[in-house]
């Protein structure tokens, strides 16, 4: 099984910065898309910055400019870093990795369980 745990969420004032963090556990033998997704109340789950199956990476355009993903394959870990925060960036947010684990040798799709970032003055 694998497990994803994020944590660096918290509250900020608009302008400020915060860095989230994804550390995967289990048994993995492979891991291809991983990136970070969000869900404001009463909005749909939306992407905010994934690294796709190659290197390339993706992100919402209402984040571009301000957040930057980053992954340490030895490690397991993504993380990203949000500055220039907005109160729209309000919602939580949740890691997502796309992982062929080493029991099974399929591709799943496993989520970590969401931490809350709160921009407000």
């Known amino acids: 099984q694998v497990e994803l745990v994020e944590s660096g969420g918290g509250t900020v004032q608009p302008g400020g910065s915060l860095r989230l963090s994804c550390a995967a556990s289990?048994?993995?033998?492979?891991?291809?898309?991983v990136g970070w997704y969000r869900q404001a109340p009463g909005k749909q789950r939306e992407l905010v910055a994934v690294?796709?199956?190659?290197?390339?990476?993706t992100y919402a355009d209402a984040v571009k400019g301000r957040f930057a993903i980053s992954r340490d394959n030895t490690k397991n870990t993504v993380a990203l870093e949000m500055n220039s925060l907005k109160p729209e960036d309000t919602a939580v947010y949740y890691c997502?990795?796309?992982?062929?684990?080493?029991?099974?040798?399929?591709?799943?799709?496993?989520w970590g369980r969401g931490t809350q970032v709160t921009v407000s003055s």
């Open positions: 690294f796709n199956g190659d290197t390339s990476s």
């Open positions: 997502h990795a796309r992982v062929m684990s080493s029991s099974d040798y399929m591709y799943k799709n496993y």
């Open positions: 289990g048994s993995i033998f492979s891991t291809n898309a």
